[in-house]
């Protein structure tokens, strides 16, 4: 009960940020997008991140209320963004499936977009495989209308989730994230990593897009690209960090 009355304070004082981990795609070395990440400024316990306090917002209800801010938010730090040169970059966030359930979702996504005068084109939504499952109907229903619109969807922590191959083919679906499960597992540059070979091969048929997360070392890296992965998120390149410092990465790419 404290922590749910501390949390609808947060959203009113302004304690919660969002932060952005870039990601980059190494043939090019240059940053080509970056995946928003609620962070809460608590009074006292200093920064919190997502995992710490998102999952008690999704069984108390505050879901609903902390992604109406987070679709706020992410709008108008996209407009510092596109000031800063980051115009062609594309933003991804991750939806939570409560709020996806949520009937008025599409008109919420649609509405900051125009409020802040945001191309769709810009945004990528990550949803995880189990979203799939529940409604599955609703669920096309729902990813559909927002491809019509121009954002494009990505399946977040791949392979981790208990859909099943089927549903890649049913769902619109633009990008496939590897899971930093899989990630970690690659020590050795000569190694044979068959999942992670596998989750590349997918891709590849089905002419998605591939963002490898989790990247920590040199060797993950390598691996990852001379298999056909260019695109890294993970702590070799860059931590999640404030729009400012955000904005300061994207100053020195110019
Ligand atoms: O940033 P962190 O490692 O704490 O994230 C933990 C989990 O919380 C991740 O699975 C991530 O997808 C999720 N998460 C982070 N930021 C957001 C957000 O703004 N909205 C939703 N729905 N989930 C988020
Ligand atoms: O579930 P999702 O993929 O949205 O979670 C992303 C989370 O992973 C972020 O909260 C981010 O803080 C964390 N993360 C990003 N890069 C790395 C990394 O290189 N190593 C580790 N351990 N965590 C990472
Ligand atoms: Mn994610
Ligand atoms: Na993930």
């Known amino acids: 009960i404290a922590l749910e009355r501390a949390l609808r304070r947060a959203l009113e004082n302004g304690e919660l940020e969002m932060y952005y981990q870039p990601q980059v795609d190494v043939t090019t070395g240059r940053i080509v997008g970056a995946e928003g990440l609620m962070r809460w400024n608590h009074p006292e316990r ?14 108390n209800g505050l879901m609903l209320p902390l992604s109406d801010w987070m679709l706020d938010a992410l709008c108008r730090d996209l407009l510092a963004w596109n000031m800063a040169g980051g115009d062609a970059l594309r933003l991804s966030l991750n939806l939570s499936p409560q709020y996806l359930d949520r009937g008025d979702f599409f008109e919420k996504m649609r509405g900051a977009l125009t409020r802040y005068g ?7 939504v990550e949803i995880t495989e189990n979203i799939c499952i529940r409604n599955p109907q609703y669920a096309i229903e729902q990813l559909n209308k927002l491809c019509q619109l121009g954002v494009s969807v990505a399946i977040d922590d791949f392979g981790t989730g208990y859909s099943s191959l089927a549903y890649l083919h049913r769902f619109p679906i633009h990008t496939i994230k590897i899971d930093q499960s899989f ?16 989750i590349i091969s997918i891709a590849r048929g089905l002419g998605l897009h591939l963002v490898a ?17 260019a695109t890294m998120q993970g702590y070799l390149y860059y931590r ?12 020195a790419q110019q």
């Open 118 to 124: 945001i191309s769709p084109a810009q945004i990528e």
């Open 213 to 229: 997360e989790g990247v920590e070392t040199d060797v993950q890296a390598r691996y990852l690209q001379a298999n056909g992965c």
């Open 46 to 59: 200093g920064l919190l991140s997502a995992g710490e306090f998102l999952p008690f917002a999704e069984e």
């Open 183 to 198: 990630v970690k597992e690659i020590h050795d540059e000569a190694g044979h990593y068959p999942v992670i070979l596998a």
């Open 240 to 251: 999640p960090v404030s729009l400012d410092s955000f904005l300061d990465v994207l100053a």
